[in-house]
């Protein structure tokens, strides 16, 4: 039997009839097991769906014309084609082919490479480089270590798809260049095929160097995580680019406001990732609990509440009103009348040793906005550096921030600007909640422990996680530089401590300066295994510390 058929026949087999009620009869633990088992289960059919999308696509390539299988059924697309036989969306049919051409493509070149070691080992030939590595003209894609994880089950089909679209690879698979706007007007100057392709090897090569740290940080993460990891590798392996695709986006912005038939006005609008957080920071401000009032799960509740303060309005009808005064204060220049004297700011992170090489030059590296991670380019820094001023926060070797000492219950301004600094937003597993929506958690609890105000024991955490580990007992130690989370032993008899990581960019390392024996490519040698089980490149042993705008 083929082994298509006999993984088809399995999938039968187990598509026994199953209710509810079947499963609400499970114990916690069988119930946990059943769904592991089930979503293994799931992602192995998900690969399978992968590889035959890809199949279909190679039979339905635009050279084929009218004699294209998604032509000939009427389709417009291989991807439409797909999302009719799977039933799902568009983007879920574009994940099934995109990653499905990424695993055939590199089970090709993993073929020719080993078909042509096979014929030099049966010639007898000792042909090959000097290195004694046979010289094969078939070379693996760039991409061929996230297949390696996709196959080898490390991650499912969603992860590696998001991995690939942070890293900004094309439908074609290459990595797609970032255009420097270089004659003043907004356009590009002309550039040689050669040039081009030069340009496309080292970016490739650069991000090669920087996949298997890559994998490892990604491991476990959700998609939307992981493409946001991918996201800062690619700054990381393309930091020229950063300029341009911030000028990019700049250029990309509008702002519309409209008059309805019924009188009330409408608006649109997109703005790069350095003036949205500021409207961002507005917002977050103009909804906070504290200023638009709690919300309860009962609307009784609720409504009960906002009459006691003498405010019946819901949050988004006060915070469209605030945004307009607001627009009332900056015409009166009087912003302290709906912002009080805790004015919202956009806070910029960048390392010393970036704006120390930016002193030669063009700029080398990067800066990062604190509420998204997202990277901005050295001008921006040093733009807001020159109108705002900037703050130091020195850290130690071990990459702590210097603290202050027991002398109060709350962590002053500065301590929350260092804990923003190095944690970067909810440092809760999984949580994305930035920097302005967290609190500062006493990891030695202020009466239980008599715990100092230090930054070394302060971590930041969302007000849900906050309370959350305060009300069922999770626990939270210093491990040197980094923290562990001892969950309670009703979630884990044997209290497994589990890593919490930064959510900062500072924790990303610096633009890389690719060696030239990275600029060759990858060859089928080379395993996810591999990969994943090298160790992190080191760190620098002295950090001079890191330079914020000041609000």
């Known amino acids: 039997m083929p082994p298509a058929a006999q993984l088809i026949q399995s999938c039968e087999q ?62 417009s697309s291989p991807g439409a084609l797909v999302q009719k036989l799977t039933g799902g969306s568009r983007a879920d049919a574009q994940t099934l082919l995109s990653t499905g051409l990424m695993l055939a493509e590199t089970e090709a070149a993993d073929a020719i490479i080993d078909a042509e070691v096979d014929a030099e ?100 993460l959700t998609p939307e995580l992981a493409f946001k990891a991918a996201r800062a590798a690619r700054d990381r392996a393309d930091a020229a680019g950063v300029l341009a695709r911030s000028e990019q986006m700049r250029r990309q912005q509008f702002f519309k406001a409209w008059e309805r038939p019924d009188g009330m006005v409408a608006g649109s609008f997109l703005l790069e ?62 912003p302290d009348a709906v912002l009080d004297n805790h004015r919202p700011s956009v806070r910029l992170h960048v390392q010393q040793e970036s704006l120390t090489r930016g002193t030669d030059g063009a700029g080398v590296g990067f800066g990062i906005i604190e509420s998204s991670n997202e990277a901005v380019p050295l001008e921006a820094v040093e733009r807001e550096i020159c109108a705002g001023g900037s703050i130091a926060v020195l850290f130690t070797e071990q990459g702590q921030p210097l603290n202050l000492g027991r002398e109060t219950r709350l962590f002053t301004r500065r301590q929350r600007i260092a804990l923003a600094a190095r944690d970067g937003g909810c440092m809760a597993e999984g949580c994305d909640r930035p920097v302005s ?47 562990l989370l001892i969950p309670p032993r009703s979630v884990d008899p044997e209290q497994t401590p589990r890593r919490l990581t930064s959510k900062s960019g500072l924790r990303r390392r610096p633009p890389i300066q690719l060696p030239d024996r990275l600029a060759q490519p990858r060859t089928a040698g080379d395993s996810v295994a591999k990969a994943l089980a090298c160790p992190a490149p080191a760190t620098a042993e002295h950090r001079t510390g890191t330079r914020i705008p000041a609000p």
């Open 14 to 75: 187990t598509t026994v009839r199953l209710t509810a009620a079947s499963y609400d009869g499970l114990g916690d633990d069988d119930l946990l097991g059943t769904m592991t088992a089930l979503s293994q289960h799931a992602s192995t059919v998900q690969r399978q769906l992968a590889l035959t999308s890809a199949s279909l696509a190679r039979r339905s390539e635009r050279e084929a014309g009218a004699q294209g299988l998604a032509h000939r059924l009427g389709h």
């Open 437 to 483: 929506w967290t609190e500062a958690h006493h990891i030695k609890h202020w009466k239980r422990d008599n715990g100092p105000t230090n930054i070394e024991d302060g971590i930041l955490l969302c007000r849900h996680h906050h309370l959350l580990f305060h009300n069922q007992g999770w626990e939270i130690i210093r491990d040197g530089a980094g923290y």
């Open 273 to 334: 990732p350095e003036n949205g957080a500021l409207v961002i920071a507005v917002t977050d401000q103009l909804r906070h609990p504290r200023r638009a009032g709690v919300k309860f799960r009962s609307q009784t509740d609720t409504v009960a509440a906002r009459a006691a303060r003498g405010d019946l309005r819901e949050v988004d009808e006060y915070t469209a009103d605030g945004f307009v005064d607001l627009l009332r204060a900056g015409i009166t220049v009087d």
């Open 121 to 220: 080992v049966g010639a007898g030939t000792d042909a090959g480089t000097e290195s004694g590595a046979p010289d094969s003209v078939a070379v693996r894609p760039w991409f061929a270590p996230i297949s390696d994880a996709v196959a080898g089950e490390w991650f499912s089909l969603s992860v590696g798809d998001a991995i690939r679209g942070g890293l900004r690879a094309g439908p074609d698979g290459r990595l797609l260049l970032s255009e420097v706007p270089r004659d003043g007007l907004g356009g590009q100057t002309d550039e040689s095929s050669e040039l081009r392709a030069a340009r496309e090897a080292a970016l490739a090569a650069a991000v090669g160097a920087l996949l298997p740290e890559l994998l490892r940080d990604c491991a476990g």
